[in-house]
C-alpha cells in the first residue's frame, strides 16, 4: 500500500548484485541506479505537494478548482455584504479614505443619543443693539428691548457712534414674566457703556456688572443721556455657558 498521500514516500537502499556496474547503454538491463533515480523523482514530486494536498476536498482537481473560484471573485467577497467582508474591528490607525458618517452622525445631533454640546468649549458671539435719532441727536429714553435664548455671560461692551460725541446706555435685565425691566433691575452698576467726548469706547474691566444672563432674559436699553451723538451701536461680546 502506498504511503502518499497520507506520508511521503521512502524508499529502501537499492544495490545492484556484486560485480555489476551501471551501464546507462544497456537499456534491457535494470540497475540500481534507474529505480533509485525513479525513487527520487517520487520523492521529490510527494516533498513539493506535501501530504494531503487535497486537503478536505474530494480531489486535487477539487480543490484546485475551488481556488481558482475563490480568486475569481476575491475582491468581492470582502466588499460590503460579501461572503467574508472585511472588517476594521479590532484594526488601529486612521483609514486611508475619507469616511462619510452614517448613523453615527444623528446621534450627535439635537435630541440624538449623544448630541454635541458646548460644554467644555468657550464660545463668543455677540449682542448688538442699534440706536438711531432719525438725523437728530439721540433723545433720552427707552429705546428698546430683546430677548436672549440662551444662557451668557458679558465679556466686554463696545460703543460706536456716528460722531464724536457724549452719551450714557444703561440696561436693564428681567424675566419673561415680570417684563418690562425698570431702572431697578439695571446690570451695569455705576459703570454704564459710555462716551464721553469720544466716537468709540470699548471696555472689558465689569467688575461692577451682573454679568450673567439666563435663556429667556429680556434686555432693555435706556439712553441716560447723549449729545451730537445722531446715532450709535451697542455691542455685548459674549460667552455662552451651559
Given at each position: 500500500m502506498a504511503d502518499y498521500p497520507t506520508g511521503v514516500y521512502a524508499p529502501r537502499t537499492k544495490e545492484?548484485?556484486?560485480?555489476?556496474?551501471?551501464?546507462a547503454d544497456k537499456p534491457t538491463i535494470g540497475f540500481a541506479e534507474d529505480v533509485t533515480k525513479l525513487d527520487a523523482e517520487v520523492v521529490a514530486i510527494e516533498t513539493e505537494l506535501g501530504a494531503s494536498p487535497k486537503g478536505t476536498k474530494a480531489s486535487v482537481v477539487a480543490r484546485l478548482n475551488d481556488v481558482d473560484t475563490l480568486l475569481g471573485d476575491h475582491s468581492a467577497r470582502h466588499e460590503n455584504?460579501?461572503?467574508?467582508?472585511?472588517?476594521?474591528?479590532?484594526?488601529?490607525?486612521?483609514?486611508?479614505?475619507?469616511?462619510?458618517?452614517?448613523?453615527?452622525?444623528?446621534?450627535?445631533e439635537h435630541d440624538g443619543a449623544d448630541p454635541i454640546t458646548g460644554a467644555g468649549l468657550e464660545i463668543e458671539k455677540a449682542i448688538s443693539f442699534f440706536i438711531d435719532g432719525g438725523g437728530s441727536a439721540i433723545t433720552t429714553g427707552i429705546k428698546g428691548s430683546i430677548s436672549i435664548p440662551f444662557k451668557c455671560e458679558i465679556l466686554k461692551w463696545t460703543l460706536a457712534g456716528d460722531q464724536s460725541g457724549s452719551i450714557v446706555i444703561d440696561i436693564w435685565k428681567d424675566t419673561k414674566v415680570n417684563y418690562p425691566p425698570t431702572d431697578a433691575d439695571s446690570i451695569t452698576g455705576d459703570e454704564p457703556p459710555i462716551l464721553d467726548s469720544a466716537i468709540i469706547e470699548e471696555v472689558s474691566a465689569l467688575s461692577a456688572w451682573n454679568t450673567t444672563i439666563n435663556a429667556g432674559d429680556i434686555l432693555m436699553f435706556n439712553v441716560d443721556s447723549a449729545t451730537t451723538i445722531t446715532w450709535v451701536s451697542l455691542t455685548l461680546k459674549i460667552k455662552l455657558v451651559e
Open positions: 545492484n548484485k556484486a560485480g555489476v556496474v551501471y551501464d455584504g460579501g461572503a467574508d467582508e472585511i472588517s476594521v474591528a479590532g484594526l488601529s490607525g486612521a483609514l486611508a479614505d475619507a469616511q462619510t458618517p452614517t448613523a453615527h452622525q444623528s446621534t450627535h
